[in-house]
């Protein structure tokens, strides 16, 4: 339930109506939006008469339900208005979300040796990125794969941060690594494998580091977004949510099928901000500039780029990986696009 505030309404009134909701067993969350304050209510609301809490104070605008089984990432929680995820970069702060510029992640699969994940992170940034990706920890189909280097792996991140004054955005696979993870991370990523290890999910909400979710490869929106509900309902209002594809009946030619409708989908379900991940979208270098194309133009607000700088030497994901010289161009096919849509140049931390 949403309790809408009016205009003007004195912060004593605010506190004083968030303290009282308390005593009815509710946990009110102050909202601060653009133009309206909003009270949010989640707890054991369904036999709560909306007219009564009307009458709670004059200041009161609205009683609102919010019908859908995800309460705090829903549009209607935020009365409508987007949310910004703020993370702080050693290049300084990058904004994502629909009133900011593109952001644009990139970087290996997995961070191999401190050479390549160096010369990867200076690259991308002379191109634009905002953020260098690499996994420590890769979920693997066979036991018998590269498994990720683990906790040296966050160490060469570090150096490549250091480097390039990127903000880092690594995954975290396990409970266990979380705290090593968030150390090194300016987000923590939540793989598609993972969506639903609930465990993970309190985990990572109930720590600081903004978290990036991917969506499931079979997960429908919903269970997505109720994924999203665990870490907000632990504390981190700073969820990203990523489309990576999702598997469907013909993997002859794409690795899975990337859905771009849900751009607008979560727009008008979610306040939270979406990133596209067109490389594990499709699976093939060839095919990620145009789905990156139509993802700025379809509304993203953040785009995931794998770039190794050998794809043929890959030890994961070479075939979907480009090449620094090709992500270099695509950055500048995507300023077409960007600018088009009045979401570019990119953020000011990326000029840094
Ligand atoms: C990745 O980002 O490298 C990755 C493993 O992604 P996903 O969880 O989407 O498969
Ligand atoms: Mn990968």
Redo the contacts with the bound molecule.
Sequence with gaps: MIVVMKIGTPEAEISRLAEELQTWGLSPEKIVGKHKTVIGLVGDTVDLDPLQLQEMSDWIEQVLRVEKPFKRVSREYRHGEASTVIVSTPNGPVAFGEHSPIAIVAGP?SVENETMIVETARRVKAAGAQFLRG?AYK?RTSPYAFQGHGESALGLLAAARDASGLGIIT?VMDTADLDKVAEIADVV?V???NMQNFSLLKKVGAQDKPVLL?RGMSATIEEWLMAAEYILAAGNPNVILCE?GIRTFDRQYARNTLDLSVIPVLRSLTHLPIMI?PS?GTGRAEYVPSMAMAAIAAGTDSLMIEVHPNPAKALS?GPQSLTPDRFDRLVQELSVIGKAVDRWPLSLAALA
Excluded: I
């Design positions: 699969c996994g979920p995954e990523q793989g598609a494998r991917k990576r991940d594990h994901d």
